[in-house]
């Protein structure tokens, strides 16, 4: 199942050249959610979903660039930890192993409040545990990326005074 929003494409040669959030995640109810709790925080306008591990590695590949430039790269992953195939943990594990994603903001989304799923994503900016309620989830999954996203975001240019 793909869901995106109209502002940003499917494809890295599609993709605005906007800041935009690539969330990683196969459940589409936790899609669902996740996207609702951005909107309610005005940040679903630039959301690109994959459902697939391997396709977002793919993915991150060809937002890059040729020579490992940060051509399409997105300013936040948020990363499913429990995926089949490559697992959220593999997926951090190469991004913090190439050069040209090292730096990359990722946030890990996880139902698991286990000490070896923490401890395998320790390289991540955040670690999020869904709340079973979707209220709860809305506030904190909203509250993390405004804070994450204002501190990874530029500031707005000034227009001049006239």
């Not at 697992?87 to 989304?109: D, F, H, M, P, W």
């Not at 286990?114 to 809305?138: G, M, N, S, V, W």
């Not at 204002?150 to 707005?156: E, G, N, Q, W």
Request: charged share 20%.
């Amino acid at each position: 199942m793909n869901h995106q929003s109209s502002a940003v494409g499917r494809h890295p040669d599609q993709v605005s050249q906007r800041p935009y959030i690539l969330l990683v995640d196969d459940n589409p109810l936790d899609i669902e959610l996740t996207l609702l709790a951005l909107a309610e925080h005005g940040l679903h306008e630039q959301v690109l979903v994959i459902d697939h591990g391997q396709e977002a590695l793919d993915f991150l590949q060809a937002a890059s660039g040729p020579n490992g430039r940060w051509d399409g790269l997105p300013s936040l992953i948020l990363l499913d930890l429990n995926m089949p195939g490559v697992s959220g943990a593999e997926i951090l594990k190469q991004i913090r192993n190439q050069s040209v994603t090292r730096r990359l903001c990722v946030v890990i989304l996880s139902s698991s409040d286990l000490p070896q799923d923490h401890a395998a994503c320790e390289t991540a900016d955040a670690y999020l545990i869904k709340p079973l309620r979707l209220e709860q989830f809305i506030q904190v999954v909203g509250e993390v990326l405004c804070t994450i996203l204002s501190a990874v975001s530029p500031a707005p240019p000034r227009r001049a005074q006239d």
